[in-house]
Each structure stands twice: as structure tokens, then as C-alpha cells.
């Protein structure tokens, strides 16, 4: 069973740039979330798709954008990047539809570590 | 709002003791509780979750406690090891929003030799 990846592992970007992120969900699972974790921080919560769908949203402004594939691969897009946005993103996957698999373990991709410059 | 706090921030001890991390959380309407271990710069290892209706789970040396109605809950590591040495986040599965998972800033660990 292949785990969760993301590509790239690192990346520098200056600011007012575009950057998109991917990320291959685990065999057998349709979810995929995206958190953000800056240094020092717990992981926040950025969106969730099932299915395509975008099915849940945290307070991030739209230029943190999203897509999921009919294989549920997933693309995290950044538009207008701010020094702020420098941190490691983080991709899981899991099971199931957000608001019933509220028991499911979502597991977690290495990351991508994104620094604005 | 639920918020999830993780006290203390930092913890260093030697090796081959018994430890508690502590986490409390401000609403206790919530589908689970996890447990996660962070190397740095690396991503996310689920160690234990405890679903809503359970007091407790245990994997090897680790165990995890949940008391929803004091919003709180401990991990216990028994006979730490250096490899142990790491972040360790505690994370809620809200009612209010079932898509998401919410964290505690973490605790750094560090078992001297």
C-alpha cells in the first residue's frame, strides 16, 4: 500500500509569485486535506475536497485555492504569495466523506516546505 | 471556537523515565482525539486515536487518555528513549466542522541519554 506523497519536498519562491503543490493520496482513499503549519506552530486547517468537491474551509483567503482529480490526487494553488505564507504544507488523506468519517485517521504526507522570499 | 492548548511547550528528561504530555481542548463535542509525532522538519505519524466514546488506546509503550467532560487528555510514555525525542501534537475532530482536524501548538521532547 503506497502512503501519502507530495511533490515538490522544497521550494523558494519570491513574493507576488504563484505556486501549486501536489499531493498523491494513499490506495483507497477519495478524502484529501491541506493544512498549513508555520514554524513552532500546529498544523491550521486550509480545506478539505471528497470526491472533486471542496467539503470544508478554514479561514484562508481565496488565493489559496484547490482542486481534486477524478484518481483523488489533489493541487494546493497560491496566488499573490506573501512572506507570510513561507511555512510546511502539509496533504493527508483519508476515508470517506468529512462529515461522516469523522472517525477516520487521517494520514499525513511529508510535506512540502515553501519559502517566500 | 474550539481551541486546543498543549502545555508545557518543551519538555527535556532523561532517559528511561515515565512521562505524561498534557492537552485540553474547550469543546467537547467532538468525534475523536488523536495523538500525532512530529520529527523536524518531517511530516505527521498518527501514534493513537481515541474515538468519542472511549476513555482510552494503547499501542506498545504509548497510552492516551481522553476525558471529554474535563476537555482533556494525557499521553503516557513509559521508559523513554532517545528516539523518542520529538514533537508530539494533540489534534480534535470537531462536531461542528467533522472536515477538519484542530491542533495544539505541541510538545518538543527531548530524552537525554
Known amino acids: 500500500e503506497t502512503g501519502v506523497t507530495q511533490s515538490p519536498t522544497h521550494l523558494i519562491k519570491t513574493r507576488g509569485q504563484q505556486v501549486t503543490l501536489r499531493c498523491s493520496s494513499q490506495s483507497g482513499h477519495n478524502t484529501v486535506s491541506w493544512y498549513q503549519q508555520a514554524l513552532g506552530q500546529g498544523p491550521q486547517f486550509i480545506f478539505q475536497?471528497?470526491?472533486?468537491?471542496?467539503?470544508g474551509r478554514g479561514n484562508f483567503p481565496p488565493r489559496f485555492s484547490g482542486l481534486q482529480f477524478p484518481n483523488y490526487s489533489s493541487e494546493l494553488n497560491v496566488n499573490a504569495l506573501e512572506l507570510d505564507d513561507s511555512a510546511l504544507y502539509l496533504c493527508?488523506?483519508?476515508?470517506?466523506?468529512?462529515?461522516?468519517?469523522?472517525?477516520?485517521?487521517?494520514?499525513f504526507g511529508p510535506g512540502t516546505r515553501l519559502l517566500v522570499l | 471556537k474550539q481551541e486546543v492548548t498543549q502545555i508545557p511547550a518543551a519538555l527535556s528528561v532523561p532517559e528511561g523515565e515515565n512521562l505524561v504530555l498534557n492537552c485540553s481542548f474547550t469543546?467537547?463535542?467532538?468525534?475523536?482525539l488523536q495523538w500525532f509525532r512530529q520529527d523536524p522538519g518531517k511530516g505527521l505519524t498518527s501514534l493513537l486515536l481515541i474515538q468519542s466514546s472511549q476513555r482510552e488506546q494503547t499501542s506498545g509503550r504509548l497510552n492516551a487518555s481522553l476525558d471529554k467532560s474535563s476537555g482533556r487528555s494525557t499521553l503516557y510514555i513509559a521508559a523513554s528513549q532517545p528516539g523518542d525525542s520529538a514533537t508530539y501534537l494533540c489534534a480534535v475532530t470537531p462536531y461542528s466542522s467533522a472536515s477538519k482536524i484542530i491542533f495544539g501548538s505541541g510538545t518538543r521532547l527531548s530524552i537525554r541519554p
Open positions: 469543546d467537547s463535542a467532538i468525534y475523536n
Open positions: 475536497y471528497y470526491r472533486e468537491e471542496e467539503n
Open positions: 493527508a488523506s483519508s476515508r470517506g466523506q468529512g462529515a461522516s468519517g469523522g472517525g477516520e485517521t487521517q494520514y
